[in-house]
């Protein structure tokens, strides 16, 4: 069974940093794209950042460009996604999502975690 599973969310001050991870478990992913993206309260998903499996080759939203790093670890199967600098408009349940590459259809999501920055 295929399974994408985030954690690291939590409440933190304006400024400050958080690294969420996105476990990956049940198959291999190479020839995948693992994405982030977030929802805010009352407002649509929005793409985040991404990054190739296989080659490492990241892409991110205008928006956390310079704030937010994305990367992975083979080994354990897992992506993170640092993000420093936070901002109250960062607040949103961030996602993990997987399609193969070349591909725009998402065939995972993970179940979210809660990121809340305060003032």
């Known amino acids: 069974q295929v399974q994408l599973r985030e954690s690291g969310g939590g409440l933190v001050q304006a400024g400050g940093s958080l690294s969420l991870s996105c476990a990956a478990s049940?198959?291999?992913?190479?020839?995948?794209?693992i994405d982030w993206f977030r929802q805010a309260p009352g407002k649509e998903r929005e793409f985040v950042a991404g990054i190739s499996w296989t080659y490492g080759s990241t892409y991110y939203a205008d928006s956390v460009k310079g704030r937010f790093t994305i990367s992975r670890d083979n080994a354990k199967n897992t992506v993170y996604l640092q993000m420093n600098s936070l901002k109250p408009e960062d607040t949103a349940v961030y996602y993990c999502?997987?399609?193969?590459?070349?591909?725009?259809?998402?065939?995972?999501w993970g179940q979210g975690t809660l990121v809340t920055v305060s003032s």
């Open positions: 999502a997987s399609r193969a590459a070349g591909t725009t259809k998402y065939d995972y």
């Open positions: 049940g198959r291999t992913f190479s020839r995948y794209n």
